[in-house]
């Protein structure tokens, strides 16, 4: 049984998973400078787009999880020498399964300022959304294409040309998000709305240059064959993409919800408080998008060579994936220790720029949110490998369970009852992540053994 040395296994990882940790960082970034655009109309503005855009990444990402179903069964077949027919049909399967399921949460998304409005929410905070949920809707069809043509590209083990359509992209976004939400050049000044209309304009700019990519690609042209042996394979495919992908994205999308309440029940300690934690977000939004690019591409191999009856690869991979998720987290530490309150700075104009309760309460903040996603990082390696080995569901029911019965129970009580204030609500709300860690990583032990002894049957 081959095994690979350390070095061969780091240099795979970076290989593949920094390409999909930029091309994440990139899509974040621009999302982060549509808030300091709109920080430009004060606090409430800021805090309003923490309401909107924690809503809908929700259902966000229960669409895009789901896409990553594609980059594991691409992978898998790959590590089994299937031929260009078979890639070409989990490309045409993921991405008639992820429209499928973008119809129905487009219809969510849409009523997206009823929900709020379930929750008690300032209803001046709630007017600043409606367009911002009725773009989503239709932003969010082309997004699921989208995920499901660049998951197709990374199981490939291209990662680098996401990066690249996120390059495409970004430039884009940024100069539509301009117009669009100060309303220069005769359009109208949409503020929040216009954040998702510049990131609509721009993910489909990107969508054609990984198109005009794949095109070049030998299996790209089995991708229009046609026939009654054809539909049933493709009906075949998405029954297995949606039986891998759905935990995924049910997953995602359940503890984005749990982490939309926690975000609600801050709200209830006023506008400040939710400006503070939407200018921390955007730092750990950044920070899961480069550990999250790891966690997939460890994936990728680990899928590769699970398909090649190599687990004990597979297991070599995941430790030297957890070292590396540890030294990034070391240097996170470090910036946040000098440069802490400069970074957050970038957030602080007009009014909250004078506004020391704000400043003081995002440092603290985000030194919380670095404890939180030290964890989060971790956990979703294990729950990327164990997917990878054929085991979704597992990840889905604990995670949900220790972010939904612990997490949201703990930031209650530390939050409203203990201790009092949105530092104990946040520090309760990380419990979960601990102990979801901790069990996804006895999991994941005992799964690998398990396979490997039907391997060698």
């Known amino acids: 049984m081959q095994l690979l040395s350390r070095r061969t296994v780091i240099k795979d990882l970076f290989s593949l998973g920094t390409p999909i940790a930029l091309m994440s960082v990139i899509s974040y970034l621009a999302s982060a400078i549509g808030v300091v655009m709109l920080s430009h109309f004060g606090a409430k503005e800021v805090a309003a787009s923490a309401l909107a855009t924690s809503t809908v990444m929700t259902i966000n990402a229960m669409v895009g999880a789901s896409m990553m179903s594609v980059s594991i069964r691409v992978?898998?077949?790959?590590g089994k020498k299937a031929d260009d027919a078979t890639l070409a049909m989990v490309l045409k399967s993921g991405i008639c399964l992820g429209v499928f399921i973008a119809l129905l949460g487009s219809v969510l998304v849409w009523f997206g300022p009823e929900w709020l409005k379930l929750f008690h929410k300032n209803p001046n905070l709630i007017a600043r959304t409606v367009s911002y949920f009725h773009i989503s809707a239709g932003f969010l069809m082309i997004m699921a294409i989208g995920a499901a043509w660049i998951q197709f590209i990374n199981g490939l083990g291209k990662t680098i040309i996401g990066t690249w359509a996120s390059v495409v992209r970004f430039p884009i976004v940024l100069i539509c998000m301009y117009v669009f939400v100060f309303g220069h050049f005769g359009f109208p000044q949409m503020q929040l709305g216009g954040v998702i209309l510049g990131q609509c304009v721009g993910i489909v700019c990107s969508l054609v240059f990984v198109?005009?990519?794949?095109?070049?690609?030998?299996?790209?042209?089995?991708?229009?064959?046609?026939?009654?042996?054809?539909?049933?394979?493709?009906?075949?495919e998405m029954k297995a993409l949606f039986k891998l992908g759905w935990p995924i994205g049910v997953q995602y999308g359940g503890e984005l919800a749990a982490i939309t309440v926690a975000i609600y029940m801050i709200g209830a300690f006023g506008t400040d408080a939710l400006a503070a934690q939407q200018i921390v977000t955007q730092y750990g939004?950044?920070?899961?998008?480069?550990?999250?690019?790891?966690?997939?591409?460890?994936?990728i191999l680990i899928a590769k060579v699970h398909g090649e009856k190599n687990l004990a690869l597979g297991h070599r991979i995941m430790s030297m994936s957890a070292l590396l998720m540890v030294m990034i987290f070391a240097i996170f530490i470090i910036i946040a220790a000098f440069f802490g309150h400069t970074i957050l700075s970038i957030f602080y104009n007009h009014n909250m720029s004078s506004n020391t309760g704000i400043q003081i309460l995002a440092y603290h903040l985000l030194w919380v949110t670095i404890l939180i996603m030290f964890f989060d990082a971790l956990r979703n390696l294990f729950a990327f490998g164990l997917r990878a080995i054929g085991f979704p569901q597992s990840p889905m029911y604990i995670g949900l369970g220790c972010l939904w019965l612990i997490s949201l129970p703990c930031a209650y009580l530390f939050g409203y009852h203990i201790f009092d204030g949105v530092i104990a609500l946040r520090l309760g709300f990380g419990i979960g992540f601990v102990a979801s860690t901790l069990w996804l990583w006895l999991m994941w032990y005992r799964k690998v053994e398990h396979r490997i002894a039907q391997h060698n049957k």
Do not use: D, E, H, N
Request: charged content about 20%; some cysteine.
């Open 211 to 236: 198109i005009g990519y794949t095109m070049r690609l030998p299996c790209f042209k089995k991708i229009f064959c046609k026939g009654g042996r054809q539909c049933k394979s493709l009906a075949k």
């Open 75 to 78: 992978s898998y077949y790959r």
């Open 285 to 299: 939004l950044m920070t899961v998008m480069i550990t999250m690019g790891i966690s997939q591409g460890a994936s």
